[in-house]
């Protein structure tokens, strides 16, 4: 079973770093091409499932209207097949479950059916059930059910960073980058060398304008160690990295760390958006 902290763990670390490449440049039928020859080589590996499904979902995200139900069914699928080769698979009950809460039911979504996933997710860890059952308070719009669910997470299952990205992320969701910057504050505090606390940390200081000076230090430490396939890469910390530089008035240094996360990964697009936006200012 793969773990909770890396569900790529039975898959080719190259192959999941170059899908996840393809994510940053928005190409995403070439995520789908990569995925589909990552399950081939791996037919018995959820992970390599898992990774199809979030291709076929990236691409149902950004399809035309026409066509986005049938890319949303062969997510589905993917993530189901990723289930049957292995129940006990946390990752692949948790993206099935969150595509049956966001997907229209003429997709393939079905609450009820979601909440049947949470509570496999929760038999078999309690904490994950805490992130799945906050999954369902928010796709429900119940987001003081949500946020519980997130805080409680996060409190009893602090070695789990899926349990802390759900916290923070949400928090960032709800227009709190104050509370978000507090919450990741807390854990670096707690752990300097939790590079994905420092992170999580950067994102939230560039959305609050506050805290910059750490964050910036937090994104050097960040780039100094190789970073996990299913973590951000190290493009997508040298782009937080300029958003920080560029809030703190450094254009030069902004500018330099975008090029250098277009030289990692050519096209990725958040970088490549802001170099030509820092360019014409």
Known sequence: MASAADPGSSAPRERIVEIRAAFAREDFDGAIALAERLAASAPLSPASRIWLGRAL??????????TRIGWGKKCKKAFEEAVALDPDDLDARFELMRYLVV????????????????????????????????????????????????????ETDGADPTAANALGGFLLRQKRPAEALAFWKTRVAADPTDLLARYGFARAAVASGTGLKEAAEGMRAYLA????????SWADARWR????????????????????????????????????????A
């Open 57 to 66: 979902g990236q691409k149902a995200l950004h399809a035309s209207l026409l």
């Open 103 to 154: 997907a229209p039911g003429i997709a393939g979504g079905d609450r009820d059916r979601a909440r049947s996933e949470a509570a496999e997710i929760a038999r078999r860890s309690p904490g994950r059930g805490r992130v799945a059952e906050g999954t369902l308070g928010e796709g429900e719009k119940d987001f003081r059910a949500a946020e519980a669910a997130f805080r409680k997470a996060a």
């Open 241 to 280: 990295l300029a958003q920080v530089l560029e809030k703190l008035g450094k254009k030069a240094e902004a500018l330099r760390e975008l090029e250098e996360a277009l030289r990692l990964v050519p096209g990725h697009s958040g970088a490549k958006k802001d170099l030509e936006r820092l360019r014409k």
């Open 225 to 232: 160690v190789p970073p996990l396939p299913e973590a951000p």
